[in-house]
């Protein structure tokens, strides 16, 4: 079983849909990042959080630490959107990054 | 902000031959980097962890002697495909840790992706 569990693996939704990815961990942590990786292209960080909630534009990222989940949400997607997003945990005191395994995003207009 | 560059983006070698990447923080300094590898519709394998100014630490399961990094400086590591083969191919991402008062967080290049022919 991986320390890291995102579902769902695959998702497909229609533009302007709301969208949840998911993402729990077995691992005790001090940190977790959710990125985004575009087809060929390199990762960008859209939010490293340790507690509560995190907002920009139109992502919000969740996380509850005593039911070590969190959650990734995008409100009214867009094709734009469409790419593979990883959760990532700081395993605790430690540099090191767990990763899931990546949810693969398409958006259709 | 806390931009990373990787260099190049691309490359294709023949068999044999060495290649090197290059990982720069370009507006902050970055004691340790990471070095990944990430093979197709998979997710990132940690490497090696490159410290500046001293040797690297390297993953169970992966040759020191093979991927050979230096961290010469505060912005810069490099990881060198050493006598590549084709089964070395793959996309090379590197992080950059940068430390805040509320502690540390690593932020990725744009990756190098690496074909041997």
């Known amino acids: 079983k991986n320390e890291v569990e995102q579902s769902p693996q695959n998702l497909t939704a229609q533009e302007g849909e709301f969208i949840t990815i998911n993402c729990s961990y077995s691992v005790g942590i001090s940190a977790l990042h959710w990125l985004q990786q575009h087809p060929g292209g390199g990762i960008v960080s859209l939010f490293m959080l340790s507690s509560g909630k995190k907002k920009h534009g139109r992502l919000i990222a969740t996380i509850n630490i005593q039911e070590k989940h969190s959650s990734l949400h995008i409100t009214a997607s867009h094709p734009r959107d469409s790419a593979v997003y990883i959760c990532?945990?700081?395993?605790?005191?430690?540099?090191?990054?767990?990763f899931g395994t990546g949810t693969r995003l398409q958006v259709f207009p | 902000g806390a931009v990373v560059s990787q260099h190049p983006s691309r490359v294709i070698c023949k068999s044999g031959t060495s290649v090197k990447i290059e990982c720069r923080s370009l507006d902050f300094q970055a004691t340790t980097m990471f070095w990944y590898r990430q093979f197709p519709k998979q997710s990132l394998m940690l490497m090696a962890t490159s410290n500046e100014g001293s040797k690297a630490t390297y993953e169970q399961g992966v040759e020191k002697d093979k991927f050979l990094i230096n961290h010469a400086s505060l912005t810069l590591s490099t990881l060198t495909v050493t006598s590549a083969h084709p089964e070395d191919s793959s996309f090379y991402i590197c992080?950059?840790?940068?430390?805040?008062?509320?502690?540390?967080?690593?932020?990725f290049g744009p990756g190098t992706r690496l074909t041997v022919l």
């Open positions: 990532a945990v700081y395993l605790y005191n430690t540099d090191k990054l767990i």
């Open positions: 992080s950059a840790r940068k430390e805040f008062r509320t502690g540390n967080e690593q932020f």
